[in-house]
């Protein structure tokens, strides 16, 4: 393994961590680990990590953010 997937892996790995005990948001854990939120609920799915309802709610297609105009 080169130096360079060493770094990618423990980021990774970190950003799992974080994000499993709350600490990091999605958006947050995948800007640790350099990949997409998308990228980022696919690897929290191969380690059987659930993702948290407050993001859940924000991806459903019926949320229209609330407007203060």
Do not use: W
Not at 2 to 29: C, D, E, K, P, V
């Amino acid at each position: 393994m080169n130096n360079r997937t060493t770094m990618h892996t423990h980021a990774l790995t970190t950003a799992l961590t974080l994000y499993r005990s709350g600490t990091l948001s999605l958006t947050q854990a995948a800007h640790r680990a350099g990949c997409s939120e998308r990228e980022m609920i696919h690897v929290l799915g191969k380690h059987g990590i659930a993702i948290r309802e407050s993001f859940a709610s924000h991806t459903s297609p019926d949320n229209t953010p609330a407007r203060a105009d």
